[in-house]
DNA sequence: CTGAAAGCGCTAACAA
DNA sequence: TTGTTAGCGCTTTCAG
């Protein structure tokens, strides 16, 4: 069946093509009769309008893009549920970008963004990301755009977050008041707001608990590959006095924690706690079972997804600009912050 | 900064909008000084070629689509990363669409794809699909698509699977071997292919085995929520003689085995030993850790793409249609079918 | 090497 | 209610 337009079909049914656009797309000015007939012969002939036809003359995508640091962390598959959920019901078209934490992707794929491919973008930084300059751009753009989850601070724009200070300070009385007295926070980069403000969180904890953040390290940057950030963690589990606490600022450092631990002969959480920023739904039968802070992760894309539907859909974009919604994560605890009597 | 086109990029420097659209593609026609020219100002302007008209005009789209069934699985997630790693290397977009493993979603979602938004297609089946007229429809466009991971049976195209027969068979043999008299399959749909093919090798090794499987259920179909799964799984376990073994056909089965297993006080391996279809990256610190058969997910991706750009590229589509890629799984042996003596 | 012009398939004024 | 027509922004012959 070989692919038909607007055209053809406007011949076989004997009728313009401008009568025929119309009835396709449901337009009250054409007779229920004529629209019968076309959506008929569309049908039989297997007509579908040519969506870039129709973009370029409308404007219009119909496709809004995400972009993501990563997609093995559980968060962001949940987050993607969310964002597709808003998408469909609007009949929106999906465009997933991978950054893998690296500004210059970033960069590249945000240029795209800005030739008018998509409607508006979603987007979580990279950990390497310290300027604004391509945000800027985007805005210059008239694109609209919010964070989610990784927002790019001291950017009036749109965010949906959650209480990160607030969370990292939790996680830090948490560990406290389960028995620590030497809680450590590991990081995955100095730059990232995100990661910084659960740090941040954490050290008013420590601070406010009389613990001297001077004497010691409490706040650990692990990089690289999965295998350096396991061999560092390694290396931190062997040190003479090492902590007794741990908070994984991400998913991902959580699990190799867990297997220096197990490489270490450590154990948690007698000779170690451990509480995870994660979405993990495998938390409540790990060994043991893992004390996260629990992100709405689907929630945070539905409701970023939803601002931005309301961005585009504005007639002044600005006026709903500069929103900022916290969705709360909870705490909740298992048996890695067990406290050992 | 308004958007600006290539028209007054051409009124800008002075040239032939023709000229300016070959020298922004770095045709060899143009001079390389002109080539400068228009570059230097494509930048100081900020131009870039509007996608749409492009693609409208030379019927390609640089985008492909990956339907998948769902996205919390973490096997897709995984597989999206290898699908993004040859997707960047050609410059293409990717939409993401989920099936919700609803098929008449599918069956829409692949309507918009025959409409020409996208050059390609690759999908992973929902457990609902049952009859191939829509991958027929995807056919006669002319759009080259490949299955990956769930294929629809006997349909004629490029697909690239893992050996789930023989994994199957070795789940059961596992099981066997480790001590089980009544392993049971864990299935969630009796029409995906997979799960039968799965099915099917378990079902084999029980009969060589002979163990009579008339009498007692050996495979069970769990399907609906998480919860309503969870409960059928718990109501299994509450059964007088109940399974001593169980497989996993999907990753999330395997989590709700462990949750029920929990609250039944049933404990893994010495009450039931459990081994799963899943690429959990948890399962080794899982309480027990978890025996997999772990698919290689990434590359099951990147295979699927680097065939479908082949299909892509090619000027005759036909010529490499329905090579099967067999990418195999691997048993990773793990405490949940310790051998208890 | 550069330019003029046709047209990809569709939508939206405007006319009838 | 239907039809005519002028583009949306780009690429690509074909002429110069």
Redesign the pocket.
């Known amino acids: 069946m070989k692919?038909?337009?607007?055209?053809?079909?406007?011949k076989l049914v004997?009728?313009?093509?401008?009568?025929?656009?119309?009835?396709?797309?449901d337009?009250?000015?054409?007779?229920?009769?004529?629209?019968n007939t076309v959506l008929e012969a569309a049908e039989k002939f297997g007509?579908?309008?040519?969506?870039?036809?129709?973009s370029?003359?409308?404007?219009k995508s119909k496709t809004i893009a995400v972009i993501l640091p990563e997609v093995a962390d559980n968060f962001f598959s949940l987050a993607i549920n969310g964002i597709h959920s808003v998408a469909e019901l609007k009949n929106y078209h999906v465009l997933i970008y991978l950054s893998h934490e690296k500004v210059e992707l970033e960069k590249n794929i945000i240029a795209h963004c800005c030739?008018?491919r998509v409607d508006g973008v979603l987007i979580s930084i990279s950990d390497e990301t310290a300027n604004a300059d391509h945000f800027h751009k985007l805005q210059n753009e008239n694109i609209p755009f919010v964070f989610f989850d990784r927002e790019f601070e001291n950017f009036n724009t749109t965010k949906v977050i959650t209480n990160d200070f607030e969370c990292g300070y939790l996680s830090a009385k948490h560990l406290l008041d389960r028995g620590c007295s030497h809680p450590v926070f590991l990081s995955i980069s100095p730059s990232l707001p995100i990661c910084n403000k659960r740090a941040e969180g954490f050290t008013a904890a420590i601070t406010e608990a009389g613990i001297d953040t001077g004497k010691q390290d409490t706040i650990i940057y692990c990089t690289g590959s999965q295998e350096e950030i396991f061999d560092q963690i390694k290396k931190l589990l062997h040190k003479k006095n090492h902590a007794d606490g741990m908070v994984a600022s991400v998913e991902r450092l959580a699990m190799q924690i867990y297997m220096a631990c197990v490489e270490s002969a450590i154990r948690i959480p007698e000779d170690l706690k451990v509480i995870a920023f994660s979405t993990l739904e495998t938390a409540p039968i790990l060994n043991p079972s893992l004390t996260t802070i629990t992100q709405p992760a689907f929630d945070i894309g539905k409701t970023a997804t939803e601002l931005l539907f309301t961005m585009i859909e504005a007639s002044n974009k600005t006026a709903v600009k500069n929103a900022t919604v916290v969705l709360p994560s909870r705490l909740i605890e298992r048996n890695s912050t067990l406290r050992i009597d």
């Open positions: 692919k038909i337009n607007i055209k053809e079909l406007a004997n009728l313009s093509i401008s009568t025929v656009s119309k009835a396709i797309r337009s009250h000015e054409i007779s229920e009769q004529t629209k007509y579908a309008p040519n969506p870039y036809a129709s370029l003359r409308k404007k030739s008018g």
